[in-house]
């Protein structure tokens, strides 16, 4: 089903390297922000992951390489679990749940 494509050393340590300063930017935003910036703290944790959770998906799932009919298959339900996140964390804001992020 895949395409013929070579992934070789190089490839692994691009890919490494691309996670490692991903990482970095998460170590960097988690020392240096302040605590009052902890809703933007939070956000920015969640955008970082899900490009590491892309990152991880498109090279060592080989999604990367893969037709595109796959990879909607992979996209629009991922799509939906996000939107229902929001949804659900708005719905918990709204009804005072969501104490612990203030």
Same mark, same amino acid.
């Given at each position: ?6 992934? *070789? ?6 890919? %490494?390297? %691309?996670? !490692? ?5 998460? @170590?960097?935003? !988690? ?13 920015? @944790? ?6 590491? !959770?892309? *990152? ?8 990367? %390489?893969? @037709? ?9 339900? @991922?799509? %939906? ?5 929001? !949804?659900?964390?708005?719905? *918990? ?10």
């Amino acid at each position: 089903m895949a395409q013929d494509v070579k992934f *070789g050393k190089k490839e692994i340590w691009k890919v %490494f390297w %691309f996670l !490692a300063v991903v990482t970095a930017i998460e @170590f960097i935003i !988690a020392f240096s922000m302040e605590e009052n910036l902890k809703t933007i703290k939070n956000i920015l @944790f969640v955008i970082l992951t899900l490009v590491k !959770a892309y *990152g991880i998906m498109a090279y060592f799932m080989h999604l990367k %390489f893969e @037709f595109s009919n796959f990879k909607a298959t992979i996209i629009i339900p @991922f799509a %939906f679990i996000v939107l229902l996140l929001i !949804a659900l964390a708005y719905e *918990g804001s709204t009804l005072n749940l969501w104490t612990f992020l203030k």
